[in-house]
């Protein structure tokens, strides 16, 4: 009886660490609402897992809530995504693909790891409001077949350094316009004007784009805006 009560307990453990560990797929089965349990399969909520999300079947994903003390460990949208991001605060641990369409409307998005936008295939970031920022390296256009765009168009993007932009043969830029705002550390001015002269950080035609150092912040900021 006592090795029988040995062997049992490591057995639920496994079993409960494992279920608590699987990716999830999102379905959309019951509605929009990201939060649902069950729009993903397996039926589970997003903490700890790995998330993926291609196209909806019928519903995409629209995200209103707050992950702050129940992150996901993982969040990647493939090339036939549509994710909104509407208000509240979505944190994802670990590296993260976003291709497809994800588009932030307002609230807070904080990646926790490297971000990739178009990895391997067609990705686009579009902040029409709200606040994006990750922690590690954001990557935009990697890999064969990679095509990443950011569109700051509202709300404001915050980078850790300078994004590596069309590495291992992907292509990659940037748009901003609107008076919408890109911080980086440091002093990156002439970082942001080889850019601006590469095609790679672009505007609207009746815009400008500005590019300054804040010395007292110890950043760079970057703008579009339309000349009085």
């Not at 040995?6 to 990716?23: E, K, M, N, Q, T």
């Not at 349990?37 to 909806?56: E, M, Q």
């Not at 702050?68 to 090339?79: A, V, Y």
């Amino acid at each position: 009886m006592y090795k029988a009560i040995r062997l049992a307990i490591p057995a639920v453990l496994i079993f409960s660490v494992g279920a608590f560990a699987a990716d999830l797929t999102w379905v959309g089965g019951k509605d929009t609402n990201f939060l649902d349990p069950n729009n993903w399969n397996p039926v589970a909520y997003t903490v700890g897992n790995v998330l993926t999300i291609g196209a909806g079947s019928p519903n995409n994903p629209i995200f209103q809530g707050d992950t702050n003390t129940s992150r996901p460990n993982g969040l990647n949208t493939t090339t036939v995504a549509n994710f909104i991001i509407r208000r509240g605060a979505l944190y994802a641990y670990g590296n993260n693909t976003l291709n497809g369409n994800v588009i932030l409307e307002g609230g807070y998005v904080n990646l926790r790891g490297d971000v990739y936008v178009g990895n391997g295939g067609a990705g686009v970031l579009t902040l029409n409001g709200g606040s994006f920022s990750y922690k590690n390296t954001l990557y935009i256009g990697r890999g064969a077949g990679g095509n990443g765009t950011i569109n700051v168009w509202g709300g404001s993007l915050w980078l850790t350094g300078t994004p590596v932009i069309s590495s291992n043969g992907g292509t990659g830029k940037i748009h901003i316009k609107n008076d919408r705002f890109i911080y980086c550390p440091g002093n990156q001015v002439t970082y942001f004007n080889n850019l601006k002269t590469a095609g790679t950080l672009t505007t609207d035609p009746d815009h400008v784009i500005i590019v300054y150092y804040n010395s007292v912040a110890n950043n760079t900021v970057v703008t579009a805006t339309r000349p009085i």
